[in-house]
């Protein structure tokens, strides 16, 4: 195969508050990967969003705070480009072509879909339904070779290989004539997060913190104070018993499970770690170390956040600089994609005498 420069690309939809799993998930993940030697893209997914209808109004905000985030939190705008995805037209032109690639065998089978959909399907957009190979379209615009990645995504990120997969073999023979080698597309690897990542709600440990949950007390957002920070992990669910001092000790136990796994997510250390320190203590003496590590961490965000959403004409800049250096890079490629289709493109205008 083709060799690849190491690309990193992902994107979080703007829709509702970021909250501490987004944070653990995903974007303190992406200021991590900023030290590898990649390009790394990171992109505010505004087209995922419409799947499903959004307020006009609401939606520019959203667009604006989760940039706000992902500066906030130290994503750097000058060692990556943070952009969004409706500003760079080569992920919809992408999306038909991949249309045409991807099977609707492929496509029925995607669980995320009969999910969100539920029981009234026939009433779902048909975004909602094709909301996998826009995914694709998003990745592979930028040939990216790595995907920071949810076990939700996981599924879609399959289809990114099948599709890409699908397409080298279907224009093998074009692709090797336009001079693009044995393929033109990556297999997107994905990048999985570890065990801690996945945070569950401080009102049920059995279900993930969700942005849509009813009750604000069920998961810390980003914006939130120091106070307001404090006082949910303070409410947080638990069990009447004691620390273990073995993590199989936490099987049966979701709440203690998830508020260790926050811990050890905020401070970068292992779950055995945590209990090493805290094996055999009370919630009343671990939920304190808790409270004062998280607000250490988040409340600076929550401020930095504050601060940038007052300043929009700062963030619409931001993603216009990155917008334009993404461009840069998936214009070639469709390009590229085009003359390897069959496309007549355009050329430069004919000067008339």
Same mark, same amino acid.
């Given at each position: ?50 799947? /499903?209808?959004?307020?006009?109004? $609401? /939606? ?12 906030? $939190? ?32 492929? /496509? ?22 094709d909301y996998p190979v826009l995914m694709a379209a998003d990745i592979l ?35 090797? $004539? ?47 104070? $120091? ?127």
């Amino acid at each position: 195969m083709t060799a690849f420069a190491e690309l990193v690309f992902s994107g979080v939809q703007p829709t509702g508050n970021l909250h501490l799993g987004n944070y653990l998930g995903a974007v303190k993940r992406f200021v991590e990967m900023q030290e590898r030697d990649a390009q790394c893209l990171y992109c505010v997914v505004d087209l995922h969003a419409i799947t /499903l209808w959004q307020d006009p109004e $609401a /939606l520019k905000g959203q667009i604006r705070e989760v940039t706000a985030a992902f500066l906030a $939190a130290g994503i750097d705008p000058k060692r990556s480009i943070v952009f969004n995805q409706s500003q760079v037209p080569q992920h919809t032109e992408l999306t038909w072509i991949f249309n045409c690639v991807a099977r609707l065998g492929w /496509l029925n089978r995607m669980t995320q879909f009969k999910d969100k959909a539920g029981k009234d399907r026939e009433n779902a957009s048909i975004g909602l339904y094709d909301y996998p190979v826009l995914m694709a379209a998003d990745i592979l615009a930028y040939r990216a070779t790595h995907v920071p990645v949810g076990e939700d995504q996981k599924q879609h990120l399959e289809l990114t290989r099948d599709i890409a997969q699908k397409f080298n073999n279907d224009f093998a023979g074009s692709i090797l $004539a336009h001079g693009h080698g044995e393929g033109f597309f990556p297999l997107t690897e994905p990048l999985i997060g570890g065990p801690a990542a996945r945070v569950m709600s401080l009102r049920d440990g059995s279900k993930k913190m969700s942005k849509s949950d009813a009750s604000d007390n069920s998961r810390i957002n980003l914006k939130d104070d $120091a106070d307001t920070i404090a006082q949910k992990i303070r409410r947080a669910k638990t069990d009447p018993d004691a620390l273990p001092s073995e993590v199989e000790g936490l099987k049966g136990r979701p709440e203690a499970d998830n508020l260790v796994g926050i811990f050890a997510a905020l401070r970068g250390i292992s779950r055995d770690e945590v209990l090493r320190d805290f094996g055999g203590a009370q919630f009343s003496t671990f939920k304190p170390a808790l409270v004062e590590l998280a607000v250490a961490t988040l409340a600076p965000i929550g401020a930095e956040m504050q601060r940038l959403v007052a300043d929009p004409g700062h963030i619409d800049a931001v993603l216009a600089d990155g917008s334009e250096r993404a461009e840069a890079i998936a214009a070639p490629t469709l390009d590229a994609v085009k003359d390897i289709v069959g496309f007549v493109r355009r050329g430069p205008a004919l000067k008339t005498v």
